[in-house]
């Protein structure tokens, strides 16, 4: 167990086997896309209050359930960077974070676009909705710490603890917003997430599920193709890399 | 099918705008996070080939074996 | 807590509060901010009384959290850029324990003259004679918050340049719970009801973050300062 994570750990160790393991996940993510966008768009039964508009929650719940468990993974893998003084974890977790941005941007978006036939606006203050626009402030955050620090160790560390606290905040955030929004809106609006979990009927289920899976998938690729190119990045001096250019190179 | 004909599903049911504008955004998003480290890599790769060939060519100028050299750093 | 960490503990307190007292200018910097920007809103929406009593709780809250947010980055400024943090790291006491002390330092200097000037906004704000006690209270547990939840983001953000702009996105996002409970309480009161719960939920999140934030205060200056 041990020996593995610390073989994990190796850069050059990590760089081989997620080039091996890309293609699969990429080819999963493609196919549960396809299968469960199709499903959800043309097959899947329409709701029978809001008609067709219920075909947007199979992107707009993977996207918001995705957004949160991003961040959470963004912590843990700091975490570990943290404590035991991995540096590939660091890489992982920074580049977590704007792929986890994206979603929480996909969330927004689409939860306005459903919002709009259900409420009249493009924007209620929605607990939802609310939560995810602070989540995606609090990405930024962390990527702009990141982005702020010049020395690559100290901005791993910074921005790892600042994931770190962030996720501490998160269910308060959550917490206290849903409570808001209780407080301030009468009964006349539903929420999104009222509406996105009706008595749900096995025809919509199927597809909200693969979708969630193509969403993770879809998050793992892109994670695994970030981390490659950023380890590339960071071990340019080393002697793998060097071989691995010499053979790339063709000569 | 959910739906009778191809207009039928286009139209959505009268919310063509709401939905196909979400999967649109959403397909443009991840297409955007897609393309991002590929296009890194690329630019990688040819950033540390520039790289490794200017210090190669550095090391023939001194020394003779430049490979050799080059793994031993 | 030892008789050598309590020491350490108020000399630090004493030190802090000296030097603010020093620059008497500087420290009622937040306060002035916090009055100017309670004034700014009834010239911007109206002096109607029955219009300014309903934003009041929102407008007090936001005002003292922008206030603090101001302050914040003068917490670990000064001393990041004379020495006096290397200094403080180096001390054998846990790091955690001065840090309090610094945060401690800074509420009484930046948050407790809000807190006692908020009674006299909320007049000027026509705020409802009910709401004034959640106020008080409500500022009273939530303003230690702030400072320590905003002592991490000054941290983080030491040592860098244009660190005042990303100090704000970086804490600002954690107020939010703070504001919403404080904000709330006094909308509460104001309307008759019983404010208790938002109270609890203030002291709970003083508790958490007098507690967590010290240490991941301590954790982030030994991250920056190095």
């Known amino acids: 167990m041990w020996s593995f994570f610390y073989k994990l750990a190796s850069p050059k160790w990590f760089y081989e086997l997620a080039g091996k393991l890309l293609p699969w996940f990429a080819i999963g993510a493609a196919m549960s896309f396809a299968l469960g966008g199709i499903w959800g768009l043309a097959f899947s039964p329409p709701d029978y209050q809001q008609g067709d508009s219920v075909r947007i929650m199979y992107i707009h719940v993977p996207a918001a359930i995705l957004s949160l468990s991003v961040y959470t993974f963004m912590a843990i893998t700091a975490i570990i960077g943290l404590v035991w003084k991995i540096k590939l974890a660091h890489m992982v977790s920074a580049n977590a974070a704007p792929i986890g941005a994206a979603f929480t941007a996909i969330a927004l978006a689409t939860g ?79 929420s999104l997430a009222r509406i996105a979990k009706p008595a749900i009927h096995a025809d919509m289920l199927w597809p909200l599920l693969l979708m969630i899976l193509a969403f993770k998938l879809f998050f793992v690729t892109v994670l695994l193709m970030r981390t490659r190119n950023e380890v590339l990045d960071r071990e340019r001096r080393s002697a793998w890399v060097g071989e691995l250019l010499e053979t790339r190179d063709g000569v | 099918m959910a739906f009778e004909n191809w207009s039928a599903f286009w139209a959505m049911g009268g919310y063509a705008l709401y939905v196909w504008a979400s999967y649109a955004i959403t397909a443009l998003a991840l297409g955007l996070t897609l393309l991002q480290p590929l296009r890194r890599r690329k630019a990688l790769f040819a950033e540390l080939q520039r790289q490794r060939r200017r210090s190669a060519g550095e090391a023939m100028a001194t020394v003779p074996t430049s490979t050799e050299k080059y793994e031993q750093r | ?67 603090t947010l101001l302050s914040l980055d003068s917490l670990f400024r000064a001393d990041h850029e004379d020495g006096a943090l290397e200094q403080l790291m180096l001390m054998p006491q846990p790091l955690s324990v001065l840090v309090l002390a610094k945060i401690l330092a800074h509420w009484l200097v930046s948050g407790l003259p809000l807190l006692l000037m908020s009674p006299l906004l909320g ?12 106020l008080f209270l409500g500022l009273a547990l939530g303003t230690p918050v702030l400072s320590l ?45 019983s404010y208790a719960g938002q109270l609890a939920m203030l002291g709970a999140l003083l508790a958490l973050s007098l507690s967590l934030a010290p240490l991941a205060c301590a954790a982030a200056l030994r991250v920056t300062e190095n």
């Open chain 3, 149 to 193: 939840v905003g002592a991490i983001g000054a941290a983080l953000t030491v040592g860098l340049r244009r660190g005042g702009m990303l100090l704000s996105l970086l804490v600002l996002p954690l107020y939010v719970p703070v504001l919403i409970f404080g904000a709330g309480a006094v909308a509460q009161a104001g309307m008759g009801l």
């Open chain 3, 123 to 134: 007049v000027v704000l026509h705020l409802p004679e009910a709401s004034f006690g959640a």
């Open chain 3, 1 to 67: 807590m030892s008789a050598g960490l309590m020491h350490a503990f108020v000399a630090v307190l004493r030190r802090d509060l000296l030097l603010a007292l020093r620059r008497r200018g500087d420290s009622l910097n937040p306060l002035l901010f916090f009055v100017l920007a309670v004034t700014l809103f009834p010239l911007g929406i109206g002096p109607e009384p029955q219009r300014l009593a309903e934003v009041a709780p929102g407008v007090l809250w936001v005002a003292a959290l922008l206030a």
């Open chain 1, 112 to 190: 306005s676009l459903w919002g709009r036939p259900m409420w009249g606006t493009w924007w209620e203050w929605d607990a939802r909705l609310t939560s995810e626009l602070i989540l995606l402030f609090l990405y930024f955050g962390v990527m702009a710490l990141r982005n702020a620090i010049d020395e690559r160790t100290t901005a791993d560390k910074a921005a790892g603890l600042l994931a770190v606290v962030g996720v501490v905040n998160v269910p308060i955030i959550h917490y206290s917003v849903e409570w808001w929004n209780t407080l301030h809106q009468g009964s006349s609006i539903t």
